[in-house]
């Protein structure tokens, strides 16, 4: 055993031996691993054989990142599935994936096992998802026609393809083409004439009732625009749509990509892993207690000397500060959340994860760690770092503490707030089992308000204001957090000029169009903001009709139509309780003035929180008639939505156990609100 000890521990070979063992764990760990979006992925069947896969996803059984918005379908009777267009209903009975196209009929038309037709409605078809294959020649003419007429007509009766509703009506339902030379004097008496585009076979005459009825159950071809998927799929990946970055993703065994999953690499990879692990397994106990042996009687060596200088420099980033915020090291946070455990996940954003952690001195905290393959992670880190060490205000989050800038990655610590996003409440998982009251929501609008107002006055455009950004505790008080874009604004300038960032939804459109950042920017995110209190809704949302995807434009067209009340969500209670309609109501009107394209017809955010707290005690800045003309004023001002930009970053979204009280004192406290539920 000495000679055997003597052989590992040889300067030459342990290193090797270091080596061997940690590749295999590492390989180990990549094989053992498989992408849940891949497996979600997998293609589907209705139960008709043919399988759907992107850019179609099956509702209930395929995740909606499995293939492009508004593709969904869902599986109809007999096992068909049925892909809703403009409000109709349509049968897939085959899609061509290379060929971008799809042949579909319209359900409607039909009225399952029996003979009969149901109301035929006209065919829409949006421009955004699919257009007719441009070898659609042929249209057919349907119509309901008097039955008596059709039997009384022999050229008329061949066009009879069945009855139309049940077999208690009175009526013939006939199919006929567009060109067909009866069309100028038969059609005449009958009523509710549709077009519908079909494909006729070349080899069988025109007309007839079984051929017209074949060619409307054998439909049409519609033709799609999407992501060629072939790269990912001949890689061995499976296509999806990243809904956050709008736009295609390829889904890995291993891990989520770019374009392709790089087969060759992956491959060698996996056979190299497997060597090593299953060829080398049984001997790794011998190695550890060898290498363990070393280690003990060469306390000089390399390796343990590299080790010892890591100590102290962890040991020295402990006891410094950084802008006047404490220093903590990296294996302290790794351990405090256990690792960095997915389970501690609290929410993924578009600069970093934030993680769950315990500190030893029994703190929770919210651990951000910043992206490895961000560019820019070294600037945002400061910048927040630099944020929030100027401020103190009761609805702003703490900052803790962070990494060194010099360690091996970049951390930020936070006060831990439990009970998780304003956007979780209103339109995410907890909003099902308990949607916010009206004077909850009030609550989280004065206090929002009076945060951004403290920043405003304090030199600070947040330039990222959303309810994934306002969080709240357990006794539902606001905490305005992730300062990494926001930007220090001096006193002496009227705008910043800088590249638009912000979220989809949320962005100025003045700021979008001419590059320049003002405290007016932060006001139209609020208006935004204002507009999910009191609709519960999302600020994007792609099924939404297309002028109304964004909130700020549904919110703009409701209100200049004077059609609050479907603006306003029902479960608030405005029908039962004129209170609270009137404060939704002068709420919606005040959100209006923050969302005018231009920044000058906007209120300052100290106007806006003077009107919050004056509509929360029943009072108005203006006489009702004065408030009616300037919303009448504002109402020929041409508004435009706020295109999409950049990163989603929700920095804490699942509820643990209340969080222990800040350690940050001498709170900023001009704000304060005498709403229930405020928990101030």
């Known amino acids: 055993m000495p000679n055997l000890l003597m052989i590992f521990c040889s300067p030459r070979i342990s290193p090797l031996l270091t080596l061997l063992i940690v590749t295999t764990l ?12 891949y497996l979600a992925c997998k293609p589907k069947s209705c139960g008709d054989g043919q399988n759907i896969s992107f850019p179609f996803y099956i509702r209930n059984q395929q995740n909606a990142s499995c293939g492009y918005p508004r593709f969904e379908v869902f599986c109809g009777r007999n096992g068909k599935p049925i892909l809703p267009i403009g409000g109709n209903q349509y049968v897939i009975h085959r899609i061509f994936y290379q060929n971008q196209s799809v042949r579909v009929s319209n359900e409607a038309v039909f009225a399952g096992n029996t003979s009969c037709f149901r109301p035929i409605q006209n065919m829409s078809l949006p421009e955004d998802r699919f257009k007719l294959s441009s070898n659609q020649n042929k249209s057919l003419l349907l119509s309901v026609c008097n039955r008596t007429m059709v039997l009384n007509d022999t050229e008329l009766m061949r066009y009879n393809i069945g009855c139309y509703g049940d077999n208690t009506r009175n009526d013939s339902v006939i199919a006929m083409l567009e060109n067909d030379p009866l069309l100028s004097y038969k059609l ?18 025109e007309g007839g009732e079984m051929l017209l009825k074949r060619a409307l159950e054998r439909g049409f071809m519609l033709n799609w625009t999407a992501s060629n998927c072939s790269e990912c799929e001949k890689s061995g990946g499976r296509c999806g749509f990243d809904s956050k970055m709008f736009q295609f993703k390829c889904y890995c065994p291993d891990r989520p990509h770019s374009r392709s999953c790089k087969p060759e690499n992956d491959k060698l990879k996996l056979e190299l892993g497997l060597g090593i692990g299953i060829g080398g397994s049984f001997i ?6 060898v290498w363990h042996q070393c280690t003990r009687r060469q306390g000089s ?22 802008l006047g915020v404490p220093i903590f090291s990296y294996n302290e946070l790794r351990e405090a959340t256990k690792y960095f455990c997915c389970e501690n996940e609290l929410g993924d954003g578009g600069f970093g994860i934030v993680y769950y952690g315990k500190l030893p001195d029994g703190r929770e905290v919210a651990v951000k760690r910043l992206y490895e393959h961000n560019y820019r992670k070294v600037e945002q880190f400061m910048n927040e770092v630099q944020i929030l060490t100027r401020l103190r205000h009761k609805n702003l989050v703490s900052l803790y503490g962070c990494t060194s800038r010099h360690s091996r990655q970049l951390l930020l610590v936070y006060e831990y707030i439990s009970n998780g996003t304003v956007a979780d409440h209103l339109h995410g998982e907890q909003a099902k089992s308990s949607p916010l009251t009206w004077p909850i929501r009030m609550s989280i609008a004065l206090e929002t308000a009076c945060a951004l107002v403290y920043l405003h006055a304090s030199g600070i455009i947040h330039r990222d204001v959303k309810t994934n950004n306002i969080l709240l505790d357990d006794k539902f008080c606001v905490k305005v957090a992730d300062f990494g874009i926001s930007r220090l604004f001096p006193n002496d300038v009227t705008h910043v000029s800088t590249i638009p960032q912000g979220s989809p939804g949320y962005v100025d459109p003045e700021y979008h169009k001419f590059y320049q950042l003002t405290d007016k920017s932060d006001v139209y995110s609020f208006g935004v903001v204002l507009i999910e209190l009191i609709s519960s ?16 434009n549904l919110a703009v067209s409701k209100i200049q139509e004077r059609a609050h009340h479907e603006l306003i969500d029902p479960c608030l209670g405005c029908e039962s309780d004129e209170n609270v309609k009137r404060m939704a109501t002068a709420v919606a009107e005040l959100a209006f003035q923050c969302l005018q394209q231009k920044k000058e017809m906007r209120p300052s955010m100290e106007k806006v929180l003077e009107e919050l707290k004056r509509i929360e005690v029943g009072e108005s800045i203006e006489s009702q008639q004065e408030m009616q003309n300037k919303v009448n004023v504002l109402n020929d001002v041409v508004l435009t939505s706020s295109p999409p930009n950049t990163h989603e970053d929700a920095l804490l979204k699942e509820a643990r156990p209340p969080s222990p009280k800040s350690v940050t004192e001498n709170w900023y406290s001009a704000c304060s609100t005498s709403t229930s539920g405020s928990g101030l």
């Open 537 to 552: 809704m999302p600020a994007v949302d792609i099924t939404r009709d297309c002028d109304e995807i964004n909130l700020s």
């Open 301 to 322: 060596s390399k390796f343990l000397s590299k080790n010892s200088f890591s100590s102290t420099s962890s040991k020295a980033d402990t006891e410094g500060e950084y």
């Open 26 to 37: 590492l390989l180990a760990k990549k094989i053992s691993c498989v992408d849940s979006q």
């Open 188 to 205: 005449k008496q009958c009523s509710n004439v549709v077009k519908v585009p079909v494909t006729l076979e070349e080899d069988r005459p």
């Open 284 to 289: 790794l106990t011998l190695l550890y207690a």
